[in-house]
């Protein structure tokens, strides 16, 4: 089953997300596959309250951008956490948008029971540069195409989840 858990920036899914595919799990160890890279001493931070948080109820993998070859590994539930910046680290490595819709769709093809987290970035103002834009643009088709195949989607405010699909 894919569930896709999407929400804005400190709406909780992240922590919505592992205490569902920790439920769902039950005696099964799940995966975390976490794709930020760190590039600052904030990002660092926020990496760190994640990892506090998981302690060792996960198996972390640590993979910024081949997430398709990475995800075939995976023997067991994984939560992708999270598939913005997935997207962020694809546009910064200048990966074309049509490559990057075709392995997030082949992504979601695996047969693996995958929770996927995702930014609800489209709710906001329209951006004034190119590549704000460009990312805001890729978020929401990627955001589609997760909707369309994922069985389960739950929407994220203020710490609290909504049922969608």
Known sequence: ???LFIGGIKSGKSRLAEAYILEQAAT?????LATN???DDEMQARIRVHQQRREDLFVTIEEPVK???TLQKCRGPVLVEC???WLNNQLYYQIPEADI???LGAVLQLTCDM?????EVGLSVIADNRLARQFVDLSGKAAQLMGQHCEQVFFCSAGLKIKMK
């Not at 099964?28 to 975390?32: A, E, F, I, S, V």
């Not at 929770?115 to 930014?119: P, R």
């Open 67 to 69: 997430l398709f070859e």
């Open 83 to 85: 598939v913005s910046m």
């Open 1 to 3: 089953m894919k569930t």
């Open 28 to 32: 099964d160890k799940p995966y975390y």
């Open 101 to 103: 819709l075709q392995e």
């Open 115 to 119: 929770v996927l987290v995702h930014n």
């Open 37 to 39: 890279e760190v590039f």
